[in-house]
């Protein structure tokens, strides 16, 4: 789709800020589109027709046998690899878009086997360049954008970036799960706290415990969520929500086993 009017190479110029700052951005906007933009071509349509899993971080997980997605293509995000001590999932792809969660997993994210598509602004100079790691320019305006290969937004969500990314790569039946859509938390959205005590929000206790968290942006994730819909809606793709007992209301709701069963292998 056209980018939207009052953005110029991914950045936003209505909005107020220092002129270096705005030149720090188009400079790192170049370098992006010169060095990393290229590699994602690769994944064009590289999965056209295909069913994919994308999985969220939700404490759903917990209660879910997930050996099924063993065989199917997966998108894990952000801090799964704490469940690889339980289930070996073969994850196909991985994403991370948020700055602290990248500054906490780079050595993860960097010893990952599949390709691990992060923000580029984010992992810069903080995640080491090698093959496994894509970049990806997040700092568009909101909207679905159809190609990766340009800026795209991040939707209050790293689940509309691996919607953004599976459309790219053609996958015309999205399943999620551990989209809890429900979060503990007490402040604004996108407010930066210290998790103290084990984290309830997520699979795993340890996810945020001790650790540097934004406050979720539920209402703003479920905006980007209609727009995803809408896009792949249009496209005649379908997205489903499979969440175990998940308060998202937006995608067609059914089972976890329901999936599997309707899903194609890899």
Same mark, same amino acid.
């Given at each position: 789709?056209?980018?939207? &009017?009052?953005?110029?190479?991914?950045?936003?110029?209505?909005? =107020?800020?220092? !002129?270096?700052? $705005? %030149? &720090?951005?188009? =400079?790192?906007?170049?370098?992006?589109?010169? =060095?990393?933009?290229?590699?994602?071509?690769?994944?064009?349509?590289?999965?056209?027709?295909? #069913?994919?899993?994308?999985? @969220?971080?939700?404490?759903?997980? =917990?209660?879910? #046998?997930?050996?099924?997605? &063993?065989?199917?293509?997966?998108?894990?995000?952000?801090?799964?690899?704490?469940?690889?001590?339980? !289930? #070996? %999932?073969? %994850?196909?792809?991985?994403? *991370?878009?948020?700055?602290?969660?990248?500054?906490?997993?780079?050595?993860?994210?960097?010893?990952?086997?599949?390709?691990?598509?992060?923000?580029?602004?984010?992992?810069?100079?903080? !995640?080491?360049?090698?093959?496994?790691?894509?970049?990806?320019?997040?700092?568009?305006?909101?909207?679905?954008?159809?190609?990766?290969?340009?800026?795209?937004?991040? @939707?209050?969500?790293?689940?509309?970036? *691996?919607?953004?990314?599976?459309?790219?790569? @053609?996958?015309?039946?999205?399943?999620?799960?551990?989209?809890?859509?429900?979060?503990?938390?007490?402040?604004? *959205?996108?407010?930066?706290?210290?998790? $103290?005590?084990?984290?309830?929000?997520?699979?795993?206790?340890?996810?945020? $415990?001790?650790?540097?968290?934004?406050?979720?942006?539920?209402?703003?994730?479920?905006?980007?969520?209609?727009?995803?819909?809408?896009?792949?809606?249009?496209? @005649?793709?379908?997205?489903?929500?499979?969440?175990?007992?998940?308060?998202?209301? !937006?995608?067609?709701?059914?089972?976890?086993?329901?999936?599997?069963?309707?899903? $194609?292998?890899?």
């Amino acid at each position: 789709m056209a980018r939207p &009017q009052g953005t110029l190479f991914g950045l936003n110029l209505m909005e =107020k800020a220092g !002129v270096g700052k $705005k %030149l &720090q951005e188009a =400079k790192d906007y170049f370098r992006w589109r010169r =060095k990393f933009a290229p590699q994602l071509r690769q994944f064009k349509d590289k999965h056209r027709g295909e #069913d994919c899993f994308i999985i @969220g971080n939700g404490p759903s997980l =917990k209660h879910m #046998d997930l050996t099924p997605l &063993q065989e199917r293509h997966t998108f894990g995000q952000n801090k799964i690899f704490l469940l690889f001590d339980k !289930v #070996d %999932l073969n %994850l196909s792809y991985l994403v *991370s878009v948020n700055k602290l969660v990248i500054e906490q997993s780079a050595r993860e994210f960097e010893a990952m086997k599949c390709p691990v598509f992060l923000s580029y602004t984010a992992a810069n100079g903080v !995640v080491a360049e090698q093959p496994n790691i894509q970049r990806l320019h997040t700092l568009n305006l909101w909207s679905f954008y159809e190609d990766i290969t340009q800026p795209i937004c991040e @939707g209050n969500t790293v689940t509309y970036v *691996s919607l953004q990314i599976a459309y790219y790569m @053609g996958f015309s039946r999205v399943f999620l799960i551990g989209v809890d859509h429900s979060f503990k938390q007490s402040g604004q *959205s996108h407010e930066t706290q210290v998790y $103290k005590g084990d984290d309830e929000n997520h699979f795993h206790p340890d996810y945020f $415990k001790g650790q540097q968290w934004q406050l979720a942006d539920v209402y703003g994730s479920e905006v980007s969520y209609h727009l995803a819909n809408y896009f792949y809606k249009k496209d @005649g793709r379908q997205i489903f929500d499979a969440t175990l007992g998940g308060k998202l209301d !937006v995608f067609p709701k059914i089972s976890f086993e329901e999936a599997v069963r309707l899903s $194609k292998k890899k």
